[in-house]
């Protein structure tokens, strides 16, 4: 079972700037579909950003939510063999405890936005936006 680790939460101020990372242990993240998913406080899981999986080959196809685009974006780190998630302009309803998911049977053709389609969850990272 591969454990999927988030880090880079912290609290900021309206306007800043914070950087997410997600690594895996157990297997290299790059033979996984990587997806971002945040929940605020009393309210549902919802998708942030995806990767595709490559089967260890380069990184294919990205998305990120219609309602975030712009500011945020998912990139892949071949050095440190990482998924990042910049995010931008960061506003107080970003708000939220932001997951990272591995997906580890893929279609690397398939960007995947629903939760349900992710196995391997890690604990999340907070992330507070004050105005």
């Known amino acids: 079972q591969v454990q999927v680790v988030e880090s880079g939460g912290g609290s900021v101020q309206a306007g800043d700037s914070l950087k997410l990372t997600c690594e895996t242990k157990?297997?290299?993240?790059?033979?996984?579909?990587v997806g971002w998913f945040r929940q605020a406080p009393g309210k549902e899981r919802e998708f942030v950003a995806t990767?595709?999986?490559?089967?260890?080959?380069?990184?294919?196809?990205?998305a990120v939510s219609e309602s975030l685009k712009g500011r945020f974006t998912i990139s892949y780190d071949s050095a440190e063999n990482t998924v990042s998630q910049q995010m931008n302009s960061l506003i107080p309803e970003d708000t939220a405890i932001y997951y990272c998911?591995?997906?580890?049977?893929?279609?690397?053709?398939?960007?995947?936005?629903?939760?349900?389609?992710?196995?391997?969850w890690g604990q999340g990272t907070q992330v507070t936006v004050s105005s």
């Open positions: 998911a591995a997906k580890s049977s893929y279609d690397s053709r398939t960007l995947y936005t629903r939760a349900q389609e992710f196995e391997n």
């Open positions: 157990g297997r290299q993240i790059n033979w996984y579909a």
């Open positions: 990767l595709t999986g490559s089967a260890g080959g380069p990184r294919g196809g990205t």
